[in-house]
Structure formats: C-alpha cells, structure tokens
C-alpha cells in the first residue's frame, strides 16, 4: 500500500537534500515542492539547474556541512556522480537517518556500490508497484516504502495544459528521447558501448525502421536529455535533413503532448508518456541489451520488425 503524499512531513528538523543526475532531481526536486519542511540543498550537475527552476531560492551547503546541520538526509541515485554515495556514506557514520530515492527500474545495486564498496541507506522509497517488487528483491535487509509519484502528479497536469493546445492532424510526429547513455557508461565502464548501443545507435535504428510502426510519420524530433547538450545531435540534421528536427522546447510535458509517438531506449521520460496515454517505443538496435523498464505497455521496435 502506498504511503501518504505527504509522508515525509513526518520527518522532524530540517532535512538534507542531496542530488546530482537528472531523473533523481526531478522525482526529489517534486518531492520537496509538495511538501513543507525546513531543508538545506546540497547539489551539482543537472540537479542544480532543475532545483532552482522548480524550487526557486533555497539554502545551497557543502554535502560536510549539510550533514553536520541537518537532523535526517534524503538522497537521490546517480551513475555520473558519487555524490549521494558520500552522502549515505557519511550520514551512516555519523548516525543520521538517511533515506534514498530511487527514480529508475536498473542497476539498483549499483547505485550504492562505488569503489566495490556496498552503502545502503536506512531506508529506500521508491514509486512504483515494479520498482517496490524490485527493490524488495535485491535489498531483503533495508525497508523499502513505496510512495506516489510526485513527479507523475505534477507532470500530468502539465500534459494536460499543453494537450487542450493541439489542433488535430492526420498526419503523425514521432518524439524521441535522448538517455545520454554514452556519459555514464563512459565512467563506469570505460566503454560508451558497454550495452552494445548509444543513443545515436538508437536513433539510426529508430530512423531506418519508422515506417514498420506507421507510415503516417510525417516528422520525426530528437529531445536531448537534460545533462547534455543539444549539439550533439546536428549530425542527424545533416544526414537526414528536415525531416528530423531538435527540440528547443524547455518543457518535457509540451513536447510529449505535442507528438503523437514516442521513442527512446529506456528512459523514465518514456514511462512518463506512456502514463499519460501515448504510444511509446523502445527502439534499442539489436545486439544492445533488453529494455529494462518493466512496463508490458511499452512496444519493442526490434520485435515490430
């Protein structure tokens, strides 16, 4: 049974919160929005800018600080950083009560091991019925608490606003969503191509097979993930043209509403389409690893061919 929205009022003090990558931040960041406690940040990378557009002004503080000043510590989970590592690390040594978020359906385990280094938590939340199943699974020892998606609440009433928007079209738009793989695979691998696909493998597939989910595809729009930047798909405006545009869209919620389909590898932007009732596909080339999101809605290109 999941717990209350607002369950984490009921941690007493002022809380640290502490976030690096993109997916975390955002859950965490919503999360802090719809609640009233006192909190200090401590952040870096893409949590940074996503705090500061949803938050506004809050307290920024070392993560030595942070944790000398607060009376409990929430984290997110990141591959780019071991940030929240050091967080939960710290937070156990000192006997402060720390809790994670998990954001994600992969690597769960990896998450809290660096340096092969096991770290958990006192607790682990997560925000889904597979992700509880999941986490139970692999940490039988930690209590894991399944609480409702705050980023799910929040961005379905965006959809809905940029929805009413749309002017109907025979014609299809197909949305696809960058993971930024090669970076965090780059770091902990040495190897961009450690799954046996990047996101410009991803996409070439994605392109050379659109017509097998609809020949009604008129255009086709590459969103790149947040951590990184949007030069780094001009290589496909000029191999292939108009066809392929790059959103310069600030809202994730406005480019959804605004296509018809969308594609991606495994990102949890796909899972939020597919909440709010868009066709979506994971288009991960063969030879790369299976998608992991468990969701049985979500279409696989490669068995569609």
Same mark, same amino acid.
């Given at each position: 049974?999941?717990?209350?929205?607002?369950?984490?009022?009921?941690?007493?003090?002022?809380?640290?919160?502490?976030?690096?990558?993109?997916?975390?931040?955002?859950?965490?960041?919503?999360?802090?929005?719809?609640?009233?406690?006192?909190?200090?940040?401590?952040?870096?990378?893409?949590?940074?800018?996503?705090? %500061?557009?949803?938050?506004?002004?809050?307290?920024?503080?070392?993560?030595?600080?942070?944790?000398?000043?607060?009376?409990?510590?929430?984290? $997110?989970?990141?591959?780019?950083?071991?940030?929240?590592?050091?967080?939960?690390?710290?937070?156990?040594?000192?006997?402060? =009560?720390?809790?994670?978020?998990?954001?994600?359906?992969?690597?769960?385990?990896?998450?809290?091991?660096?340096?092969?280094?096991?770290?958990? @938590?006192? #607790?682990?939340?997560?925000?889904?019925?597979?992700?509880?199943?999941?986490?139970?699974?692999?940490?039988?020892?930690?209590?894991?608490?399944?609480?409702?998606? @705050?980023?799910?609440?929040? =961005?379905?009433?965006? =959809?809905?606003?940029?929805?009413?928007?749309? +002017?109907?079209?025979? %014609?299809?738009?197909?949305? =696809?969503?960058?993971? %930024?793989? #090669?970076?965090?695979? $780059?770091?902990?691998?040495?190897?961009?191509?450690?799954?046996?696909?990047?996101?410009?493998? $991803?996409?070439?597939?994605?392109?050379?097979?659109?017509?097998?989910?609809?020949?009604?595809?008129?255009?086709?729009?590459?969103?790149?993930?947040?951590?990184?930047?949007? %030069?780094?798909?001009?290589?496909?405006?000029?191999?292939?043209?108009?066809?392929?545009?790059?959103?310069?869209?600030?809202?994730?919620?406005?480019?959804?509403?605004?296509?018809? +389909?969308?594609?991606?590898?495994?990102?949890?932007?796909?899972?939020?389409?597919?909440?709010?009732?868009?066709?979506?596909?994971?288009? +991960?080339? @063969?030879?790369?690893?299976?998608?992991?999101?468990?969701?049985?809605?979500?279409?696989?290109?490669?068995?569609?061919?």
């Amino acid at each position: 049974m999941e717990e209350p929205e607002k369950s984490i009022n009921s941690y007493r003090g002022t809380g640290l919160i502490v976030s690096h990558d993109s997916g975390g931040a955002d859950i965490l960041s919503s999360l802090v929005k719809n609640n009233i406690f006192s909190f200090k940040a401590c952040l870096d990378g893409p949590a940074k800018s996503i705090f %500061n557009n949803k938050i506004g002004a809050f307290d920024l503080i070392s993560l030595k600080d942070g944790i000398k000043n607060s009376d409990w510590v929430i984290t $997110s989970t990141s591959w780019a950083s071991d940030l929240e590592y050091q967080a939960i690390k710290q937070a156990r040594k000192d006997k402060k =009560f720390v809790v994670s978020l998990l954001d994600h359906w992969v690597n769960y385990k990896q998450r809290f091991n660096h340096y092969n280094s096991l770290i958990l @938590p006192n #607790e682990i939340w997560v925000c889904d019925q597979y992700a509880y199943n999941l986490a139970n699974d692999i940490f039988s020892n930690t209590l894991i608490k399944l609480i409702k998606n @705050p980023l799910l609440l929040e =961005f379905k009433k965006e =959809f809905k606003f940029f929805q009413q928007k749309i +002017i109907a079209s025979e %014609n299809l738009k197909l949305l =696809f969503l960058s993971d %930024n793989i #090669e970076e965090a695979l $780059s770091k902990q691998y040495n190897d961009s191509n450690y799954w046996g696909y990047t996101d410009k493998t $991803s996409f070439e597939f994605l392109y050379e097979n659109f017509t097998v989910i609809s020949n009604k595809i008129s255009q086709i729009t590459i969103r790149s993930h947040p951590s990184e930047s949007i %030069n780094n798909y001009h290589w496909a405006l000029d191999r292939y043209g108009p066809f392929v545009k790059i959103s310069n869209k600030e809202s994730l919620a406005d480019d959804i509403a605004n296509h018809n +389909i969308i594609a991606g590898s495994e990102s949890m932007a796909m899972v939020l389409a597919l909440y709010c009732g868009k066709d979506v596909i994971s288009c +991960i080339p @063969p030879g790369g690893k299976s998608c992991a999101l468990p969701h049985k809605e979500i279409l696989i290109l490669n068995r569609m061919i």
